[in-house]
């Protein structure tokens, strides 16, 4: 809403309704804990399963359902990103623009994003460049060569994206999600699946703070405590000294554990308690 909002002083602004958007210097109003659907790392493969990619078009929605629940993205920042924003040969791809659509003729990539951290350079994993890499390729035999997203040299748009969200969802028989709920699978997978640290999880989602991070998914961390402790067995060597390497004199040398061999004044206390 708060961006759809900025988009409409932003156009006005260009067509001299307005002389300048007042909401670049104001923020979004704070929300509480994140509350739209997400896929699990199991419902998510019953789609990624639904889609095949025999067909251009539809391999563009595996790639981009793939890119979504691995990096986490906004849709804004998504649909605004191209093949010069993304290093294959090193594995990175960086966000720096935000996708102001109004239809396929009219758009702006603007330079401005939520916050300072959202302009991010982050790490593909292996298995994403490789789709990647076979999808420009798939491009090029289309002509399409700008947006890593695109079917037709423009961008992807929230419209287009919840369609297909819509339409897969319901051939996998999974709940419904829309672009957020995507973001949302992503910080379950990255939390739940991967045990990855809020640190971690605030930079790859571009969070102005680890504060906001946890204010949307600190629910998400409670069972990193389990899977913290289940990690801590048999993760060193705790096996004790065969033989004593110490020499003990006067009480310290006690004859085992037994009560008997506990000074008097512990016996004492032992016995008052």
């Known amino acids: 809403m708060y961006t759809a909002f900025r988009q409409s002083l932003d156009y006005a602004v260009e067509i001299n309704l307005i002389p300048a ?10 929300k509480g804990n994140a509350t739209a659907k997400y896929w699990t790392k199991e419902e998510f493969e019953k789609v990624l399963s639904s889609v095949s990619v025999s067909s251009f078009y539809e391999r563009l929605i595996y790639v981009t359902f793939l890119f979504f629940y691995r990096m986490g993205c906004r849709v804004s920042e998504a649909g605004a990103l191209r093949w010069s924003d993304v290093d294959l040969n090193n594995g990175k791809v960086r966000f720096i623009n935000n996708l102001h659509y109004k239809n396929k003729m009219e758009y702006e990539l603007v330079l ?3 916050n300072d951290s959202s302009r991010r350079t982050l790490t593909l994993d292996d298995e994403l460049v490789r789709v990647l890499e076979d999808w420009k390729k798939e491009q090029l035999k289309y002509s399409v060569h700008d947006f890593v ?10 419209s287009t994206l919840s369609k297909w969200l819509k339409r897969y969802s319901k051939i996998a028989g999974v709940p419904r999600v829309d ?3 995507l973001r949302h699978s992503n910080a379950s997978y990255l939390i739940a699946e991967l045990g990855a640290d809020v640190l971690t999880v605030s930079h790859r989602l571009g969070h102005k703070t680890p504060m906001t991070t946890l204010k949307y998914y600190a629910h998400m961390f409670s069972n990193n405590d389990i899977e913290l402790a289940s990690k801590m067995e048999g993760s060193m060597d705790i096996s004790p000294a065969e033989k004593s390497k110490v020499t003990f004199n006067g009480n310290q040398h006690l004859d085992g554990n037994k ?8 016996q004492k206390k032992k016995k008052a308690s």
Do not use: E, M, W
């Open 21 to 30: 958007n007042p909401s670049l210097k104001t923020k979004s109003v704070p």
């Open 112 to 114: 401005y994003l939520k």
């Open 149 to 158: 997203l695109s079917y037709d040299n423009c961008p992807l748009n929230k």
């Open 179 to 181: 672009g957020r709920g």
């Open 259 to 266: 009560i008997d061999g506990l000074p008097n004044v512990c």
